[in-house]
């Protein structure tokens, strides 16, 4: 063949868009159930298309698929399922409770600790772990990589000279050190802090308070996580590492799982794409036959009642529990509630029947259905506006009250914090969400996110491949993310004007006054004669 002809059949596989059985690494450090079950069907959807993926997680596939490999976490750290005791809510004591915004800054701190605690503590195990390490040693055409409480994989990949592009996954909104990995603008005057309640639109207080928060939760990352996860590696490894801030600055991409009908909008770069609903499986399995008859044989409709899978909900107190029986008990419509605590074909108390668990986003589609109350964890909300069901929002903590917030400024939910929970406002927010408007609102507001140029699994697919044919060759960041503070807050040209400003103002100054004293001078001349 003639060079020519050589060159072209190159260029020709370079740019098709098929990628064959590229190699996939899938890092999930984490032990919430959540945040991976959002992306197992995009690591599930690469396996299917020929890619050889292999994933170190938690929780390794029930049912192994051909081109999969499993690397379990399991034993390594403690996995809590319905484990969050709600008592913890009630206690409200001591000074700080006193004043609401250090009250609020202080239980969010209390909040997060848990996260350090966990990361560190699984980044020791993880720097012995051999199956790990072998793992990581292995050459890979993309690592995807939970972008949450942890960078000590990114440590890990340093000591074993992995290379490979990677692309950041966030299950939740993203944490407020993720934007400066791919110089993604996160101004805190309309991009709220994932753990408040406000939205995009701010008063002065919020925006002192979210600019505060953005401030302290980076430099909390960093002290409370990425100082100790680098001092581990570097004890253990007797080899210098740099700074996880560094490393962390090179994602090649970042996806998110989230969508702005719902989230509210911030500034993007290229390199971050918002996959919201990826995790949703849009086929109709049959219900369980008890929930079935019980939604066959309802008038009025039903409402669906969940706290997720991490609250456990026997746990509410007995004084909560009953403004919510209290509250439910007065609706003409029937309640299902994902009660652990209850028998197996479900416990029936007046309207309302509590089961141990349900299939969630099969019944929130069902047409009898008509709205969800729930914690406000992100997957629910999802599920819920994908099926156009209006929500009253209970939110307990981390990331669920400014779902809730988001999800009300949107305009198909009503928020009742859980800490203010009054059988009043139950019952109020009850009558705003089965209203015909907000029913109506709720379906407009659905058909609206449901509207994209591809399905969000689809698209997560686009991209990820996209990183594999083309590498670090085709980055995607702003260039914000290698630009020091003061070049970014323009702080070197506010002072070259400022500096600038005054040269001009002294200099008119001595020429106004030359003039004034040439004028007065003559003046003063002419006066005399
Ligand atoms: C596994 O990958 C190979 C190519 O690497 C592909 O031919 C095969 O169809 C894949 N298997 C499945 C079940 O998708
Ligand atoms: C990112 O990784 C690539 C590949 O290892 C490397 O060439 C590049 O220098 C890295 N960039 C930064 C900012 O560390
Ligand atoms: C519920 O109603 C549907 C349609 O009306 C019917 O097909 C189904 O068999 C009913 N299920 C039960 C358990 O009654």
């Known amino acids: 063949m003639p060079p020519k002809l050589i060159l072209s059949v190159l260029l020709l596989c370079a740019f ?28 599930r959807t690469l396996a299917e298309r020929g890619h050889q993926v292999t994933t170190v997680s938690f929780f390794p596939l029930k049912d192994p698929i051909e ?19 709600l008592s913890m809510f009630e206690t409200t004591s001591g000074i700080l409770s006193k004043i609401p915004v250090l009250n609020r800054i ?17 980044c020791e195990e993880l720097k012995t772990l051999s199956p790990l390490a072998d793992a990581l040693k292995r050459e890979y055409d993309v690592i995807l990589m939970e972008n949450f409480n942890s960078d000590c994989m990114l440590g890990l990949l340093h000591v074993y000279g992995n290379t490979a ?33 406000f939205t995009t639109r701010m008063t002065f207080a919020q925006r002192l308070e979210n600019t505060f928060l953005n401030i302290l939760y980076k430099a909390w990352f960093y002290y409370k996580v990425q100082a100790k996860e680098r001092a581990i590696l570097e004890k253990h490894f007797r080899t210098n590492i740099p700074d996880l801030r560094i490393l ?17 909008i911030r500034p993007m ?39 997720g899978s991490l609250i456990k909900t026997a746990t509410i ?105 009054t059988e009043k406002a139950l019952t109020e927010a009850l009558d705003f969400v089965l209203s015909a408007e907000t029913r109506v609102k709720a379906r407009l507001v659905s058909s609206i996110w449901l509207d994209r140029q591809a399905d969000p699994l ?35 040209v506010i002072a070259a004007f400022t500096v600038a400003i005054l040269i001009l103002v002294t200099l008119l100054w001595f020429i106004l006054s030359a003039v004034y004293r040439l004028v007065f001078s003559k003046e003063n001349k002419l006066k005399m004669h």
């Not at 899938?26 to 919430?32: A, D, E, Q, S």
């Not at 994602?251 to 989230?258: A, C, Q, R």
């Open 16 to 43: 098709s868009n098929d990628v064959h059985s590229a190699r996939v690494l899938g890092l999930f450090p984490h032990t919430g159930k959540s945040h991976q079950m959002v992306f197992e069907p995009l690591l």
């Open 67 to 85: 081109n999969y490999t499993d690397i379990s976490l399991e034993g390594i750290y403690e996995i809590r399922l319905e484990s969050l005791d």
């Open 106 to 122: 202080s239980r969010q701190l209390s909040e997060f600790q848990p996260l350090a605690d966990a990361a560190v503590s699984i």
């Open 165 to 197: 592009p990677k692309v950041a996954l966030s299950s939740c909104n993203l944490v407020p050190w993720s934007a400066n990995r791919i110089g993604l603008p996160d101004n805190p005057a309309y991009v709220p802090f994932v753990s408040t309640s």
């Open 248 to 264: 962390a600055k090179n994602y090649s991409l970042m996806l998110v799982n989230t969508f702005h009908t719902l989230n509210g």
């Open 269 to 307: 770069v290229p390199a971050l794409v918002e996959v919201g609903g990826m995790h949703l499986d849009h086929s109709r399995k049959a219900l369980p036959h008890y929930i079935e008859r019980f939604l066959n044989e309802s008038e009025h409709g039903v409402i669906l009642l969940s706290f």
């Open 317 to 421: 107190p007995k004084y909560k529990e009953d403004i919510i029986v209290n509250a439910l008990s007065k609706l003409k419509q029937r309640v299902i509630w994902k009660y652990e605590n209850s028998g197996e074909e479900g416990t029936l108390t007046g309207n309302i029947l509590r089961v141990k668990w349900l299939p969630q986003y099969e019944l929130l589609q069902h047409k009898k259905i008509i709205a969800f109350i729930a914690h406000g964890g992100l997957l629910g909300m999802t599920e819920a506006i994908s099926a156009g069901k209006p929500m009253v929002v209970v939110p307990f903590f981390g990331d669920q009250p400014a779902n809730g917030a988001a999800a009300a400024a949107a305009g198909f939910a009503k928020v009742v914090p859980y800490m203010e929970l």
């Open 458 to 492: 689809e698209t997560a697919v686009y991209w990820t491949e996209r990183v594999i044919r083309w590498g670090h060759a085709a980055p995607l960041h702003s260039a914000s993310r290698d630009m020091p503070f003061y070049q970014l807050a323009l702080l070197d």
